[in-house]
């Protein structure tokens, strides 16, 4: 039994997917950012930097969603979300997950975070930079996708693409969503027909994709 933190959309997104994936029995509990629950003494001690997600597994609280993620996949390798260990796949998918993690995800703090920069909101020129920044991954990966795909890893689903997938919609507000690049697009309609997608949106109340 998992017991994941959660607060719908963010980025424990992941982590219930692969929960759901795997088919693992959990239980979700909603950490609620109105009430300031990630603030709440309580959940501090689970989770010091009051984010989510927080995953336990047997008793021990876990953080950082790509990293369990990689800890989902490697406790359950019967559901395929990692290719297996020691071949060149396998390599290839701890690439992409790193990567999106240290380059897409990080910079998304700063953009939805102006304060962690020092500033109430961006000046015009961050907030450009940031855009730049974030829709170069998208040209990147929409180069790796239509010469390889449609999936990160060629033919074959991964956790990797649940990652990018939750990513890609964290931009569907922006001035250019990631979905404007075709092959982004198509892999972000594979993912969302999946069972897994269906489900979470019905558990944690999602609409706008």
Same mark, same amino acid.
């Given at each position: 039994?998992?017991?994941?933190?959660?607060?719908?959309?963010?980025? &424990?997104?992941?982590?219930?997917?692969?929960?759901?994936?795997?088919?693992?029995?959990?239980?979700?509990?909603? =950490?609620?950012?109105?009430?300031?629950?990630?603030?709440?003494?309580?959940?501090? /001690?689970?989770?010091?930097?009051?984010?989510?997600?927080?995953? =336990?597994?047997?008793?021990?609280?876990?953080?950082?969603?790509?990293?369990? %993620?990689? *800890?989902?996949?490697?406790?359950?390798?019967?559901? /395929?979300?990692?290719?297996?260990?020691?071949?060149?796949?396998?390599?290839?998918?701890?690439?992409?997950?790193?990567?999106? &993690?240290?380059?897409?995800?990080?910079?998304?703090?700063?953009?939805?975070?102006?304060?962690?920069?020092?500033?109430?909101?961006?000046?015009?020129?961050?907030?450009?930079? %940031?855009?730049?920044?974030?829709?170069?991954?998208?040209?990147?990966?929409?180069?790796?996708?239509?010469?390889?795909?449609?999936?990160?890893?060629?033919?074959?689903?991964?956790?990797?693409?649940?990652?990018?997938? *939750?990513?890609?919609?964290?931009?569907?507000?922006?001035?250019?969503?990631?979905?404007?690049?075709?092959?982004?697009?198509?892999?972000?309609?594979? =993912?969302?027909?999946?069972? &897994?997608?269906?489900?979470?949106?019905?558990?944690?109340?999602?609409?706008?994709?």
């Amino acid at each position: 039994m998992y017991t994941l933190y959660y607060s719908p959309g963010t980025a &424990s997104m992941v982590v219930h997917l692969a929960l759901l994936e795997i088919g693992a029995p959990h239980e979700l509990r909603l =950490v609620d950012f109105d009430a300031r629950a990630q603030r709440d003494p309580a959940y501090l /001690k689970l989770n010091p930097r009051g984010v989510v997600p927080t995953l =336990v597994i047997d008793g021990r609280p876990l953080s950082e969603s790509a990293a369990l %993620l990689m *800890m989902l996949a490697e406790r359950h390798p019967e559901a /395929k979300l990692a290719p297996a260990p020691g071949t060149p796949e396998r390599e290839a998918w701890q690439q992409w997950i790193v990567y999106l &993690s240290n380059t897409l995800m990080a910079t998304y703090r700063f953009w939805f975070y102006p304060h962690e920069l020092g500033a109430a909101e961006h000046t015009p020129e961050v907030r450009a930079a %940031l855009q730049h920044k974030i829709e170069g991954v998208w040209v990147l990966l929409n180069a790796q996708l239509a010469a390889h795909g449609p999936y990160l890893l060629g033919q074959e689903f991964s956790g990797a693409d649940l990652l990018l997938t *939750m990513l890609m919609r964290w931009s569907r507000n922006m001035p250019r969503p990631a979905t404007e690049w075709p092959a982004l697009r198509q892999l972000a309609d594979l =993912v969302r027909a999946r069972p &897994s997608w269906q489900k979470l949106y019905e558990v944690e109340g999602l609409s706008e994709w």
